[in-house]
Structures are given as C-alpha cells and as structure tokens.
C-alpha cells in the first residue's frame, strides 16, 4: 500500500527565515512519482514540482529547493528566506508509475508572518 | 500551459435539489480526469477516475448514484450531486491529466458547494 506521511500539520516562521517541509512516503513499487503542490487560501492547487524515483538529483528553482533521498524514504521542500506570499497548505503527493491515482499527504499549512 | 477551469466556483443550494460540476481542460486533451473532495483543514480525497468515454471508477465509500460523473469529451467532464444533502457541503476539485502533460495532474480552481 501506498501513504505519504507529512507530519508537521502547521509551521509558523517570521519573513526571510528558511523553512523545511517534510514528507515522507511509503510505497514497495520501484517506479514511481512524487509531487509537491501549494494550496493558497484561494483553494486552487499549483503545481510545484515532480520528481520520478530514478531521478535523485535534488532541484533548485529560485527560493524553492527540494531534496530526495530514497534511503529514507524522504522528499523535503525548503523555502528559503520566505515571504507572506509563501502561506498556503503544501502537499507532497505521490503517484505509481501507471499513474491513475495520486496518494496525498495531508497537508503542512505555512504561515509566514511579517 | 495545462489549465483546467471549473465551473461554478461557488454553489449554494437547497437541499434536495442536484448540482452539476463542470472542469474542463483549456489548452489540452485530458485523457483522464479526476474529482477529490475536501474538507475543511483535510487532505484531498479521491472520490472517482474517469477516463474518455468509459465509465468512471469510483474509489470504496463514494455513492456513485450519488455523485454522477460523465466525461464526454476529451476536454470536458462533469460531478452531479444528486438530492444533495448538507452533508454533502464541501469543497470540490477536479484535476485533469493528458498526453501531452504525463505524470502530472493539473488542478482546477475548485468549487465551493453549500447545502442549505
């Protein structure tokens, strides 16, 4: 069975500090995608980024960083020196390699205050 | 690339009477679609698939005669809560997911059903 664990439910940082997401998925499938997604107050998911199990490389973009490390199982988002405009609920995700169902976390609402 | 719309974004209701979600895909085939349901401060939960032309399949505990799913074309597929309920208050998601984007799902903006 698939899960994703994301266990910090709400995190709350002062603007231009760095803040790490964690997540932490389970799947005995070796082929495999994890995703992380933001949720805004408005409701609407963005996509952030996608990462296939083959591909450990960990990827900057801009403030966003993400880091995977399949020996633990991990897939952390770091926000570097965030902004007001970062809080939102963020979602690891993670889908298998046929692709029809995504398994979500449940969540890490950041706040980010001024 | 790869938006998806809904529509309506908020929907109020006497319960009772059926509701229709529309989420289309604006700039791609969407081969598959998807509908979540979320709650307040909750995760997204899978309700059903629906692929192109075929039935949807829908995930353990969703009513299917309750929350009908058509996906007639390739940019279009539609949630109907029937005799809705105020239980049945949430917030409705569609994601979609095509050729042209693999291993991504694309969400739609959401829609906010109340059941008065």
């Known amino acids: 069975a698939q899960k994703v664990t994301q266990a910090q439910t709400e995190i709350s940082v002062v603007e231009k500090e760095d803040v790490t997401l964690d997540c932490v998925y389970e799947?005995?499938?070796?082929?495999?995608?994890l995703f992380w997604y933001k949720q805004p107050p408005s409701g609407e998911l963005v996509f952030l980024i996608r990462?296939?199990?083959?591909?450990?490389q960990n990827e900057i973009s801009g403030r966003y960083s993400w880091n995977f490390q399949k020996s633990t199982s991990s897939f952390n988002f770091t926000i570097t020196a965030s902004q007001v405009v970062d809080s939102a609920v963020y979602f690891c995700?993670?889908?298998?390699?046929?692709?029809?169902?995504?398994?979500f976390g449940s969540g890490t609402k950041l706040n980010v205050k001024p | 690339g790869a938006v998806v719309s809904q529509h309506p974004s908020r929907v109020i209701c006497k319960s009772g009477t059926s509701v229709k979600i529309e989420c289309r895909s604006l700039?791609?085939?969407?081969?598959?679609m998807f509908w979540y349901r979320q709650f307040p401060k909750q995760s997204l939960m899978l309700m059903a698939t629906?692929?192109?032309?075929?039935?949807?399949?829908?995930e353990q505990g969703v009513e299917k005669d309750k929350f009908l799913i058509n996906h007639a074309s390739l940019t279009l597929s539609t949630l109907t809560v029937t005799s809705a309920h105020p239980e049945d208050s949430s917030f409705y998601i569609c994601?979609?997911?095509?050729?042209?984007?693999?291993?991504?799902?694309?969400f739609g903006p959401g829609t906010r059903l109340l059941v008065l």
């Open positions: 994601s979609a997911a095509g050729a042209e984007y693999q291993e991504t799902q694309y």
């Open positions: 799947t005995r499938d070796t082929t495999y995608y």
């Open positions: 990462r296939n199990s083959f591909d450990e």
């Open positions: 995700a993670l889908a298998l390699y046929n692709f029809n169902k995504f398994y």
């Open positions: 700039d791609f085939q969407a081969t598959t």
């Open positions: 629906s692929n192109e032309g075929s039935k949807a399949t829908y």
